[in-house]
C-alpha cells in the first residue's frame, strides 16, 4: 500500500472581492442557518497530491470542494488501488464517516490544486440536531451519494469487458464534464493509471483501448482535451 502523506491545514475565512463567499451548497439555506455555518466553517487551499483523509482514519469532518477535484480511492491488502469517482465543484466528501462517526471508508487526495470549505465533526452533527434544513440537507447529499455509488458499481461489475468499462466511463465523464458549447468534449486530465484505477484492469489494457478508439474514429485526444467523436459507436459497445 502507498504511504499516504498527512495534509497541514491552514485554515483561512473565504473573502472574496471585499466579502465572505458562501459556498454554493448553502446558499438554499435560510439566512440564520448560513450564519451558522458560516461560523464554523474554514477554507483553504491545497496543492496536488494533498491526502485530506486516509481509509480507516477516525473521521475529522467533511469537506466541500469550491474548485478543483478530489480523488477517491480504496485500496486493497495486495496495494491494489480502485478509484470509485472524481469529486468536483459543488460536492461534498466525507459525509458518511462524519455522521456515523465510524472510520473513513475511502482515501481522498486532491487532483491539482483545489479550494476546499472544511466542517468539523462535532460542528457538522451540531448544525444537523440545531437545524431541520440542515440535516435534510446532509440527508440528501446521502441518498445522492448512494444512488452515485451502486451506479458506478452497477457499471463495473455489470460490464462484460474492459472495452465496454473504458466507453461507459468516457460517456459516463462526458455527461458530468462535457462542454456545453462543443459538444462532444471534456477535459480530461487523467493519467492512463488512474483510468485503469476506475474501472478495475490494467494501465496496459487502458492505452491499448485507448489508441484502438483513437485509431477508430472514436475518440480523439489532444493533452488533457478528448474529444468523442463517434457517440454512437461508444454507446454501442455497451451491453443493454
Do not use: W
Not at 487532483?111 to 440545531?130: S, V
Not at 468516457?170 to 485503469?196: F, S, V, W, Y
Request: aromatic share 6%; with cysteine; proline share 3%.
Amino acid at each position: 500500500m502507498a504511504a499516504h502523506v498527512a495534509v497541514q491545514e491552514t485554515h483561512r475565512s473565504p473573502y472574496i472581492g471585499g466579502a465572505f463567499a458562501e459556498p454554493a451548497m448553502f446558499t438554499s439555506l435560510p439566512p440564520k442557518v448560513q450564519q451558522a455555518v458560516e461560523s464554523v466553517k474554514f477554507t483553504t487551499t491545497y496543492p496536488n497530491g494533498a491526502v485530506l483523509f486516509v481509509e480507516g482514519q477516525t473521521a475529522r469532518g467533511i469537506y466541500i470542494v469550491e474548485s478543483g477535484r478530489v480523488k477517491l480511492s480504496v485500496c486493497a491488502r495486495d496495494g491494489k488501488t480502485l478509484i470509485l469517482r472524481l469529486a468536483e465543484e459543488g460536492e461534498v466528501i466525507g459525509v458518511g464517516s462524519a455522521v456515523s462517526e465510524r472510520t473513513c471508508e475511502t482515501t481522498a487526495e486532491t487532483q491539482g490544486p483545489c479550494e476546499l470549505t472544511f466542517i468539523r465533526q462535532n460542528d457538522l452533527l451540531r448544525l444537523m440536531r440545531q437545524f431541520n434544513e440542515f440535516a435534510i440537507m446532509m440527508a440528501e447529499h446521502l441518498s445522492n451519494e448512494y444512488a452515485s455509488t451502486c451506479q458506478e458499481i452497477r457499471s463495473l461489475i455489470l460490464s462484460d469487458s474492459a472495452t465496454e468499462k473504458l466507453a461507459r466511463l468516457l460517456l459516463g465523464l462526458l455527461a458530468k464534464n462535457g462542454d456545453a458549447r462543443q459538444p462532444g468534449r471534456m477535459k480530461l486530465a487523467m493519467t492512463h493509471e488512474e483510468i485503469a484505477q476506475m474501472i478495475g484492469t490494467s494501465r496496459e489494457t487502458v492505452t491499448r483501448l485507448l489508441a484502438t478508439f483513437k485509431k477508430k474514429q472514436f475518440i480523439q485526444q489532444n493533452g488533457a482535451t478528448l474529444l468523442v467523436r463517434n457517440r454512437p459507436a461508444l454507446e454501442s459497445l455497451i451491453s443493454a
